[in-house]
């Protein structure tokens, strides 16, 4: 059973730094591209990151790009996005996906992506 842990949420003022933790089990884990999208109620869920099976290939939506990385480490069953110069417009629910392949979309698509995390909530306010 594919397991995505999130964690490393929390408040913090703009301009501030946050670094997310998704620890997960199940699966051959350096075999898939991961993913983090993050969803306000009320929206569509938002693809922040991809990251694909080997570490070497990100992509990141516009609104995220300079500020926020992702990365992961393959020994340890873990991804990470880091997020800096947070604005408040970055307040939202985050999550952890896997793929059901090695690379990355260049449009994400749900199906492609049907495992998540249960969440972890980053608030950006002053």
């Known amino acids: 059973e594919v397991q995505l842990v999130e964690s490393g949420g929390g408040e913090v003022q703009p301009g501030g730094s946050l670094r997310l933790s998704c620890v997960a089990s199940?699966?051959?884990?350096?075999?898939?591209?991961l993913a983090w999208a993050r969803q306000v109620p009320g929206k569509e869920l938002e693809w922040v990151a991809q990251i694909d099976a080997g570490g070497r290939i990100t992509r990141y939506t516009d609104s995220v790009k300079g500020r926020f990385t992702v990365s992961r480490a393959n020994d340890k069953n873990v991804v990470y996005l880091q997020l800096d110069s947070l604005k408040t417009e970055d307040t939202a629910m985050y999550y952890c996906?896997?793929?059901?392949?090695?690379?990355?979309?260049?449009?994400?698509?749900?199906?492609?992506?049907?495992?998540r995390g249960q969440g972890t909530q980053v608030t950006v306010s002053s």
């Open positions: 199940g699966f051959i884990f350096n075999a898939f591209a």
């Open positions: 996906l896997k793929s059901r392949y090695s690379g990355v979309q260049s449009t994400p698509q749900a199906r492609v992506w049907p495992d």
